[in-house]
T-cell receptor, first 114, second 113 residues
Framework: AQSVTQLGSHVSVSEGALVLLRCNYS??????LFWYVQYPNQGLQLLLK??????LVKGINGFEAEFKKSETSFHLTKPSAHMSDAAEYFC????????????FGAGTRLFVKA | DVKVTQSSRYLVKRTGEKVFLECVQD?????MFWYRQDPGLGLRLIYF???????EKGDIPEGYSVSREKKERFSLILESASTNQTSMYLC????????????FGSGTQLSVL
């Protein structure tokens, strides 16, 4: 079955440290890949997306993600965490056979310590 | 600014009540979606619609129905609310291209007592 897995429901980093949030998908055909962010008491908004072309994708607020077909991964990184990055992050996928359906991972809550 | 508007931010209902959650988008999008968000489970798709009067089941449609009589409005209906339907409900819309992003409303926190 096609699925999206986010490793780690909670990640805690110190301010200024590297942020790494992991996402893997299960599909033999590369899907469309997205990261969404949900700040406290707000709706979800797009952070970045990969469709075709360059495998390293840059998003808003200094985040980027790299599509690795061989590892079926789309991990999200940011070199230096800021307090304002504290939020819940969702990896999302549109599988080629899924039409318009966007499938979400379970989410990773990022905590940033001062 | 583009908007997806959900009619209520918080809603409290009793078991067995019929519940309507309304969603309106102003972007002329063909596609609209209803998700529920639960801690540790992420967002799960309940129903979606790709055109007026068209609907398709998502991954967890049981206990829900939907209505799309106008392009801008997509309603989620709980025919007989149950306590296990207590959740955050998110409406979203997107345009025609498969790789377009979803635009989300701010959500309705439904509590069924």
């Amino acid at each position: 079955a096609q699925s999206v897995t986010q490793l780690g429901s909670h990640v805690s980093v110190s301010e200024g440290a590297l942020v790494l949030l992991r996402c893997n998908y299960s599909s033999s055909v590369p899907p469309y890949l997205f990261w969404y962010v949900q700040y406290p008491n707000q709706g979800l908004q797009l952070l970045l997306k990969y469709t075709t072309g360059a495998t390293l994708v840059k998003g808003i607020n200094g985040f980027e993600a790299e599509f690795k077909k061989s590892e079926t991964s789309f991990h999200l990184t940011k070199p230096s965490a800021h307090m304002s990055d504290a939020a819940e992050y969702f990896c999302a996928v549109i599988f080629d056979t899924g039409g318009f359906k966007t499938i979400f991972g379970a989410g990773t809550r990022l905590f940033v310590k001062a | 600014d583009v908007k997806v508007t959900q009619s209520s931010r918080y809603l409290v209902k009793r078991t067995g009540e019929k519940v309507f959650l309304e969603c309106v988008q102003d972007m002329d999008h063909e596609n609209m979606f209803w998700y529920r968000q639960d801690p540790g489970l992420g967002l799960r798709l309940i129903y979606f619609s790709y055109d007026v009067k068209m609907k398709e089941k998502g991954d967890i449609p049981e206990g829900y129905s939907v209505s799309r009589e106008k392009k801008e409005r997509f309603s989620l209906i709980l025919e007989s609310a149950s306590t296990n339907q207590t959740s955050m409900y998110l409406c979203a819309s997107k345009g025609q291209a498969t790789n377009e992003k979803l635009f989300f409303g701010s959500g309705t926190q439904l509590s069924v007592l």
